[in-house]
């Protein structure tokens, strides 16, 4: 799902260039869409994976909405002013206030865990698994994949950690690949890899004033 949201952030991006690039709309107006935008599929895109509403979430895709109403110039920066940090405050505040550490137990071959301003803690306990996905936006992720069986010769665990932190538990069976991009963020890996097993599990990850740490 991240995959597929990015991507269509990317054509909607491509899409605004080239109105640009016909006059239809200005440079500086193109950044400005294409960031809001970008706030507004993040929302809509994470409530549809969470299955429920979600206060944070729905936050997101309503500033998103609004600053890209500014930005066409239909709704003045001046109300976009007074609107967004109280909404932002207040938002916050009843996150705190209502969130909590979600605890679980996954058997599915394929994953998707989000925590935006709160936690998500699971252990993932498939005997097929295949692939999943981990996602950190101002708040905290611990996976536990120890038990897993991978399906085939390989597996996938892709982890986003934005202002957050993750933890990432692995088998000390197979073999682990770490691969990623640390952007004033940090990564940790403490696994131990076992390089003869024929079975691999690769470790993608991208950390963005973050931190992750994976271990066994």
């Known amino acids: ?33 294409i960031f809001s935008l970008g706030i507004v599929i993040i929302g809509i895109v994470g409530m549809i994976e969470k299955r429920k509403f ?68 699971d252990k993932n306990i498939s005997d097929e698994y295949v692939s999943s996905e981990v996602v950190t936006v101002f708040g905290g992720a611990e996976v536990d994949y120890r038990k897993i069986k991978i399906k085939g010769n390989k597996a996938y665990i892709e982890v986003t950690v934005i202002f957050g932190g993750a933890t990432i538990f692995v088998p000390d069976d197979v073999k682990v690949t770490v691969k990623g991009i640390p952007i004033f963020g940090g990564v940790d890996n403490k696994a131990i890899s076992n390089d003869k097993a024929k079975k691999e599990l690769i470790v993608n990850y991208t950390t963005i004033f973050g931190g992750l740490d994976i271990v066994n």
């Open 54 to 121: 979600d206060l944070i979430l729905f936050t997101f895709a309503v500033l998103g909405s609004l600053y890209f109403l500014s930005n066409l110039g239909i709704l003045s920066k001046d109300v976009l002013d007074l609107l967004l940090f109280p909404i932002i405050v207040i938002s916050i505040g009843l996150s705190l206030i209502f969130s909590c550490t979600k605890k679980s137990f996954s058997n599915k071959s394929n994953t998707s865990y989000v925590a935006i301003f709160g936690g998500v803690e």
């Open 1 to 33: 799902m991240i995959k597929k949201t990015i991507g269509l952030i990317v054509v909607i991006t491509g899409i605004l260039i080239l109105l640009s690039n016909f006059d239809v709309i200005s440079f500086g107006d193109v950044s400005g869409l």
